[in-house]
């Protein structure tokens, strides 16, 4: 994995490298037709081809240069997202191995103990009854190795991070502000501290639709003094972007650990 991320950075560099020498070279492409044994050159700059004299020389010299690296950075960037692919792929299924041995029943008793609160009052707390989000339950499929049932494998790697790292939380709690009641993805209860946060999962914002309804909720939060990055947690994904456990990983660290 390390040689790949090496290999990644490498192809970071040698892309922004050719887009900058790509953009001290004129618009446009170099076309050439045979003439008997020689070649003619025509310069193709979006309104039709223009013909370059022997004259012009360097001008040809500078659109084939262009050509050249027109077609080295669709290649490293074909390579990047190879790799891109096959890191997410790995990825995945080590963390789909993760959730198997947690949901395992076999090894969920004998884990319990180290996945527990420390704190009696915050043990208490995770483990009483609230009011949970009743809308669409049948949606609530992925089954965590907390006991939630949550409803986006992103919010069970969410779950998982919680858990696994000590840290009291309720799934879907009800949240009343002003006059209206939500439903925060998670509600938690800082270790040490015990100050309450809340963690908002924004899983489509491909769809402008949801990205807008995301916004809103947002403002929400913000107009009762609930703010993102401080008492609100965030995490976003696209379809070609999903969330993954290193990040959740790295804000559990940086706000509970």
Known sequence: MDKINDELKKLEL??????????????GSLACSRNGNYWKWYWNCG??????????????????????LSLLLRSLQARRAF???????KSQAAEQAVQAYLEN???????????TPLSPELAQWAAAPYDQNPLFPEQ???????GHLVRSKSEAIIDMVLYTN????????????????????FTIRDPSSGKTYYWE??????????????????????????IPSIQLITTYETQEHPLNT????ALVRQYFL
């Open 201 to 226: 999962h924004f899983g489509m914002m491909d769809q402008p639709s949801y990205a807008a309804r995301t916004f809103s909720k947002l403002q929400l939060y913000t107009s009762f003094q609930i």
């Open 166 to 185: 000590q840290v009291p939380f309720r799934y879907e709690c009800a949240l009343t502000l002003g006059k209206t009641v939500i439903y925060p993805d």
């Open 83 to 89: 790799l891109d692919s096959y890191l997410a792929r």
């Open 14 to 27: 040698e892309i922004a490298d050719v887009k900058r020498r790509l953009q001290t070279l004129p618009d």
């Open 47 to 68: 309104d039709g081809l223009s013909y370059l004299p022997k004259s012009a020389r360097p001008m040809a010299e500078k659109l084939a240069v262009r050509k050249y």
């Open 140 to 146: 609530r499929i992925h089954k965590c190795a907390s």
């Open 105 to 115: 029943p076999a090894y969920q008793p004998l884990l319990a103990p180290y996945f």
């Open 246 to 249: 290193e990040t959740a990983e």
